[in-house]
């Protein structure tokens, strides 16, 4: 990964590592002043930090021990991101044609001449062993390299380009079609409901590779779905874990749409396991919630969205919601300037303490009493309902009625005729809908509910 044309983080100690003949001594040279020296362990193995200064370049990293020189030039510091997910994150700038297309794409590629945007794309691989070596290369962002991008990374990347004014360094990871618990270590998830025997099926798999629960020869084919526990970890996330990297992008979810509260405990611990991984417990973590779309009957993709909002009462993790840009026959939404720039918000100002909006309207409680539900928000200045509202309630008896909704000083005030004594409410409690509770920076609220299974009583703030 660190080769010709990379970014490597500013202001920090950067992790180089390589192998080479056990005990000899490895000299490492960042431009014409930094430098390092450390000795290959007995295992064939090292590894060693070196310091970084403010943004700037390019420069040449020097790798040399007795044996072997390495020079790649073109080396900038600035700011590195992991992007990854599933399709959604790894749709490119060029579009999929009927499977999905970026607004305004001819025109975003022709203006995308941005030299200090460097992106590098991890090859596909599923492995039930973590691997150590990582397939790809750094591509200079340029109308013609812009076309395979990802576009909701190329966007995220942009934002903070234009922002901050320093090299900014993508790493796409991603698989369409796959699912939550391949992206995440398989020893991990036995903790989680419907994963206890995880082990024991995946040692099956790997010894009947063609009968097994599991499978991973079709890593390569994004019309079959993946599942495997594990195994896009093992071979496109664990290798990235050495490189030193800001924080996580993180787009994924539609293929866990059949089973919203097993995905809560899933992101959750795979928000651990990558901090784990990347030795940094407080390593920003921004999640792109899925869109509504027309799913078929059997999923329930709100509580994905619900887990994806809920999972905000981690420190250094955060959701744009995207609930306003969803189309109901494209699960491949096209607008992906708002993906990439709301996930951007996100970071310029939690990580680099810029004044920009980055939320809309998030639940945080509710009281019932008289009739009436009132519902409270943070970031409500200028707190709007269009349309109809989206918004239900029910009485004990979990029956869900569409519910008058108003807005009154900052909070929401929820009534039907039906309902004489409401005790629970919820919005935007579909598949397929449309938003309609914004801010007063246009930003939507995510669909929640008040009463969550497993949660004694729901509160993000």
Not at 209 to 236: L, V
Not at 450 to 457: A, D, F, L, R, Y
Request: charged residues 20%.
């Amino acid at each position: 990964m660190i080769k010709q044309n990379a970014v490597l983080q500013r202001n920090t100690n950067v992790n180089i590592w390589g192998e080479g003949t056990p005990g000899n001594l490895v000299t490492i040279t960042l431009g014409n002043e930094n430098s390092v020296t450390t000795k290959i362990s007995d295992k064939g193995s090292w590894s060693v930090k070196i310091p970084t200064g403010d943004a700037g370049g390019p420069y040449t990293l020097n790798i040399k021990d007795k044996t072997k020189t390495y020079n790649f030039g073109g080396i900038l510091l600035g700011e590195v991101w992991l992007c990854s997910g599933q399709s959604n994150m790894g749709m490119p700038m060029k579009g999929w044609g009927a499977g999905g297309t970026i607004v305004n794409a001819s025109q975003e590629i022709s203006a995308a001449n941005f030299p200090k945007i460097r992106v590098f794309r991890v090859a596909k691989k599923a492995s039930y062993l973590q691997e150590k070596e990582v397939f790809g290369e750094w591509a200079i962002c340029d109308p013609d390299n812009v076309k395979h991008f990802s576009a909701t990374a190329y966007f995220f990347a942009r934002e903070l380009y234009k922002e901050l004014n320093v090299p900014i360094g993508v790493i796409v990871a991603a698989r369409g079609n796959s699912k939550g618990e391949a992206w995440t270590s398989s020893n991990s998830l036995t903790a989680i409901n419907g994963f206890e025997n995880v082990m024991a099926d995946l040692e099956i798999a790997k010894q009947t590779p063609n009968t097994g629960k599991y499978k991973i020869d079709h890593i390569n084919n994004g019309q079959q779905g993946f599942t495997t526990p594990g195994a896009i970890y093992n071979g496109m996330i664990y290798p990235v874990t050495p490189y030193t990297i800001k924080g996580v992008t993180w787009y994924q979810g539609e293929n866990n749409s059949g089973d919203g509260i097993q995905y809560r405990d899933i992101l959750r611990n795979l928000i651990t396991e990558w901090r784990t991984a990347f030795k940094n417990v407080n390593m920003p973590f921004y999640i792109a919630q899925i869109t509504p779309y027309e799913y078929n009957v059997n999923a329930k993709s709100q509580e994905v969205r619900e887990a994806q909002f809920l999972v905000q009462n981690i420190p250094d993790v955060g959701t744009a919601v995207l609930l306003d840009t969803g189309e109901r026959k494209q699960i491949h939404p096209s607008k992906k300037q708002e993906a990439g720039m709301r996930l951007a918000s996100w970071a310029l100002a939690k990580q680099y303490n810029q004044n920009v909006a980055y939320s809309g309207p998030t639940y945080i409680s509710s009281e019932f009493e008289n009739g009436k539900g009132i519902l409270k928000f943070s970031h409500n200045k200028g707190l709007k309902i269009t349309g109809d509202g989206n918004f239900e309630i029910a009485g004990e008896n979990g029956d869900f009625k569409k519910a008058n909704a108003v807005v009154k000083n900052g909070t929401i005030e929820l009534t039907s005729s039906t309902v004489p004594n409401p005790t629970q409410a919820r919005y935007a409690w579909f598949n397929w809908v449309e938003a309609t509770l914004f801010n007063g920076d246009n930003l939507p609220a995510s669909s929640f509910r008040t009463t969550v299974p497993g949660i004694p009583k729901s509160t993000i703030k």
